[in-house]
């Protein structure tokens, strides 16, 4: 996990919050760029109040500096495409 959103902190962009069920539990993220492409291999999310970038390796989505659930990486992508129709 990287950052900690504190109330008085405040990002140029937030986008609608997505709700990502993974493993029978609930989530809540947020794109933090405004624009989002296919090709990109980088995107900042807000999860849950922490600050997460997802990384694209050649096929995979995962967490950058973290061993986190590469699944969920791959499911919080996965709706992230279906939303924006990527």
């Known amino acids: 996990m990287e ?11 937030k986008s609608q919050p997505l709700r990502v069920t993974f493993k029978n539990i609930d989530y809540e993220v947020r794109i933090l760029s405004k624009e989002i492409k296919k090709t990109d291999t980088l995107v900042k999310i807000l ?3 922490m600050v997460q970038t997802l990384e694209k390796n ?3 989505w995962h967490f950058s500096e ?3 659930d590469p699944a969920f ?3 919080i992508w996965h709706s992230i495409s279906l939303r924006y129709r990527l």
């Open 3 to 13: 950052d900690t959103i504190l109330p008085d902190e405040t990002y140029s962009y």
């Open 47 to 49: 999860l849950d109040g």
């Open 58 to 60: 050649s096929t995979h």
């Open 66 to 68: 973290s061993e986190d």
């Open 73 to 75: 990486a791959q499911a």
